[in-house]
């Protein structure tokens, strides 16, 4: 695994023992790039451990008592580590996570998913600071998240909600349409990005289109959706009473 040569400080946030030794045990498989620099059973003692130790990544429970892992990050004047959050099952914090194209590991933690969230990390060392900012901003608005973080081969893409016009399914990618013509690609599908779509006020009118409500202007005769940039979308049939029931009165 390749690290540039330097080892990385690492640290463990859980305020549960057996959950500490668990990612433990996994970073001893990876004592040639990884060092342990502390174990933190609170989010307090998380919070000064990171300051005085200034880790390049942390392991961080998202459910513990006290100050819990969003809290401790939010509390922190600097968040310049990766982080790969640990978790039994929050849906609304994978969620946010995911969207932020950050890594958790659900427990009991599995080796395979264990070696992946390290060598993403690896991978995009340099990068993760900036998305875990983007998600602590994020959950300060309380609301669906408004900025969509897409990882590309030179770098993230920050899409800005209200840009999108529309969502196509192109095999197992996804293209995103922006205002003035441009097009961003992904490499996950658009089943993975319904949810955090619909959240902001999307619809899925097609298997392989969802579209923006705020930029649709019209729907014609022949069951299409036209939108801002001129562009029509089919609405499936299926869909077609559902669409048309969601978009009255707008």
Same mark, same amino acid.
């Given at each position: 695994?390749?690290? /540039?040569?330097?080892?990385?400080? *690492?640290?463990?946030?859980?305020?549960?023992?057996?959950?500490?030794?668990?990612?433990?045990?996994?970073?001893?498989?990876?004592?040639?790039?990884?060092?342990?620099?502390?174990?933190?059973?609170?989010?307090?003692?998380?919070?000064?451990?990171?300051?005085?130790?200034?880790?390049?990544?942390?392991?961080?429970? +998202?459910? %513990?008592?006290?100050?819990?892992?969003?809290?401790?990050?939010?509390?922190?004047?600097?968040?310049?580590?990766?982080?790969?959050?640990?978790?039994?099952?929050?849906?609304? *914090?994978?969620?946010?996570? #995911?969207?932020?194209?950050?890594?958790?590991?659900?427990?009991?933690?599995?080796?395979?998913?264990?070696?992946?969230?390290?060598?993403?990390?690896?991978? /995009?060392?340099?990068?993760?600071?900036?998305?875990?900012?983007?998600?602590? /901003?994020? #959950?300060?608005?309380?609301?669906?998240? #408004?900025?969509?973080?897409?990882? %590309?081969?030179?770098?993230?893409?920050?899409?800005?909600?209200?840009?999108?016009?529309?969502?196509?399914?192109?095999?197992?990618?996804?293209?995103?349409?922006?205002?003035?013509?441009?097009?961003?690609?992904?490499?996950?599908?658009?089943?993975?990005?319904?949810?955090?779509?619909?959240?902001?006020?999307?619809?899925?009118?097609?298997?392989?289109? +969802?579209?923006?409500? *705020?930029?649709?202007?019209?729907?014609?005769? %022949?069951?299409? +959706?036209?939108?801002?940039?001129?562009?029509?979308?089919?609405?499936?049939?299926? #869909?077609?009473?559902? +669409?048309?029931?969601?978009?009255?009165?707008?």
């Amino acid at each position: 695994m390749n690290t /540039n040569g330097s080892m990385v400080r *690492a640290l463990i946030v859980d305020d549960d023992p057996f959950s500490r030794s668990q990612v433990r045990k996994q970073l001893e498989r990876y004592g040639d790039v990884v060092e342990i620099h502390a174990e933190c059973a609170s989010g307090e003692e998380g919070a000064h451990a990171i300051a005085t130790q200034k880790p390049d990544l942390v392991f961080l429970d +998202i459910q %513990m008592r006290g100050m819990d892992g969003f809290a401790m990050l939010d509390a922190l004047e600097r968040r310049d580590f990766g982080v790969i959050f640990v978790t039994s099952h929050d849906a609304y *914090a994978i969620r946010a996570i #995911r969207y932020s194209a950050l890594d958790y590991l659900l427990k009991p933690i599995k080796p395979s998913e264990f070696d992946a969230a390290l060598g993403h990390f690896i991978a /995009n060392r340099a990068l993760l600071p900036a998305r875990l900012e983007q998600l602590v /901003n994020d #959950r300060k608005e309380k609301e669906a998240p #408004r900025t969509l973080v897409i990882p %590309m081969r030179d770098g993230d893409r920050h899409l800005h909600v209200p840009d999108i016009i529309r969502c196509e399914a192109e095999r197992n990618y996804t293209i995103f349409h922006l205002k003035k013509g441009e097009r961003v690609m992904s490499s996950r599908t658009l089943n993975s990005y319904e949810e955090f779509l619909s959240n902001n006020d999307f619809l899925r009118v097609h298997r392989s289109h +969802i579209v923006n409500v *705020a930029h649709i202007r019209s729907v014609s005769m %022949m069951d299409e +959706i036209v939108l801002s940039d001129d562009s029509s979308v089919e609405i499936s049939r299926r #869909r077609k009473t559902e +669409i048309l029931s969601a978009l009255k009165g707008r």
